[in-house]
């Protein structure tokens, strides 16, 4: 046992979508096998800060949940098949804890696996993107249901149904892979892979900009996020909008230590120490993105990574290439004309003609219900109110906007603006 270091939540956030993933793989009844893995990482977190933390954490916890569920199985069967039942759900060798001294874990991380049994198609879209929120990325349900802009107890039900659903679907649980006719393979899995991609940017967008809380990042997930799709993208090499989902990640995380300053205060774009930015990252985003855009047909998330790398390309605010920014928001939209994305094109509008037509299009906006009443739109108005010289109109609205936002550090950011105007 490792004592000097209590059982941190970052770990066993890390470790819960792999302990649940082996227990489906073992035993399927996803909704049961997932109760199992939340008493194990209770157990967890009340034993290992007292008799430490075992040298196997993983081990640890999938022997846990592994008893809880054959537990809750048995007393399923009990009046039917008791022995029979005891003998077949008996863990494998491979789903218990080691020896001490040995660190041997299973081969493979269910992870991805997991990933992809939530992305069935036998559930809804939505559906699959909010289990796999909740059962790999760790999200709670009230950080989803902001993610989705919906009510939490709708979000609630939702993912509720769809485990009920992945219980009695029959759904396999496996990763699929590539039987060497590309094109075959992408029509077959295509919508699981969007729905997954959707999955892994969400994860990450709730890392990067927490929806919540006194802290602007939450890194953990964000890394998270980018372990998964470096994994899928190992898993389809020549998908194009995977390589352009991990590069988006990678330049868009490569500015993560220059968006705060010591006290944890919010730091614009704009006002960002650039020579903090990683250029290590930015140099592997944009190889990825150039290849993919090269060799691949074009994609939502390659352009959004495109758009990125023009900003972490320039030396300077100044030097941004608005006028590059704006023609590949103009495919974009005509690609995915979302409310987030047009959101954004109007930005890159004010900046190359102006804040008049720019404000023109964010009228239209506020008409999209996902998008009416929600703090980055009130964000984007006062910040485009400020550059056309409408004082007193943009100091409402970033007071709007600092009163939509959970977020600490957005909050006390967008005050600052409002309080800084002055008539």
């Known amino acids: 046992m490792t004592t000097e270091t209590p059982a941190s939540e970052d770990l066993l956030r890390r470790l819960a979508p792999q302990v649940l993933g082996a227990l489906v793989r073992r035993y399927g009844h996803f909704d049961t096998a997932e109760d199992a893995v939340q008493e194990a990482l209770l157990a967890a977190a009340r034993q290992w800060p007292e008799e430490g933390r075992p040298d196997n954490p993983r081990g640890w916890l999938i022997r846990v949940a592994s008893r809880r569920l054959t537990d809750q199985l048995r007393s399923e069967e009990a009046r039917r098949r008791r022995e029979e039942t005891a003998a077949a759900l008996t863990p494998r060798d491979e789903f218990v804890a080691p020896p001490p001294g040995e660190s041997r874990a299973p081969a493979a991380d269910d992870t991805l696996a997991l990933l992809f049994l939530c992305c069935h ?70 919508e699981r892979l969007a729905d997954v991609l959707q999955v892994l940017y969400l994860i990450f967008n709730e890392g990067y900009t927490a929806t919540s809380g006194s802290d602007l990042q939450r890194a953990d997930l964000a890394v998270e996020a980018i372990r998964l799709t470096r994994a899928v993208h190992a898993l389809l090499p020549a998908d194009g909008e995977v390589a352009g989902l991990l590069a988006l990640m990678l330049l868009t995380d490569a500015r993560r230590a220059a968006r705060t300053a010591s006290d944890g205060s919010l730091i614009p774009l704009a006002e960002q120490d650039r020579t903090r930015w990683d250029r290590a990252a930015i140099t592997e985003g944009v190889a990825l993105v150039s290849e ?64 008049r037509p720019a404000l023109t299009l964010l009228a239209a906006l506020e008409e999209d219900d996902h998008l009416a009443g929600h703090h980055r739109l009130e964000a984007v108005r006062a910040h485009l109110l400020e550059m056309a010289g409408d004082r007193a109109a943009a100091r409402a609205a970033y007071a709007k906007a600092a009163g939509l936002t959970l977020s600490v550090p957005e909050r006390r950011y967008l005050q600052f603006r409002a309080a800084r105007i002055t008539d």
């Open 121 to 190: 198609a036998e559930l809804a879209p939505a559906a699959r993107i909010a289990l796999t929120l909740r059962a790999v990325g760790g999200l709670t349900t009230a950080e989803i249901a902001r993610a989705f802009l919906v009510p939490e107890a709708t979000m609630a039900q939702r993912i509720s149904r769809a485990k009920r659903r992945i219980k009695t679907s029959g759904a396999p649980f496996g990763i699929p892979h590539d039987g060497g006719d590309q094109a075959q393979h992408h029509s077959e899995h295509a």
């Open 292 to 355: 993919a855009l090269t060799h691949t047909r074009l994609g939502p998330y390659q352009l959004r990574a495109a758009i990125a790398a023009v900003h972490d390309e320039a030396a300077s605010h100044e030097e941004t290439d608005w006028a590059e920014i704006l023609a590949l928001y103009e495919v974009l939209i005509r690609l995915v004309p979302g409310p987030v994305e047009r959101l954004g094109h109007a930005v890159a509008v004010a900046m190359v003609h102006g804040p």
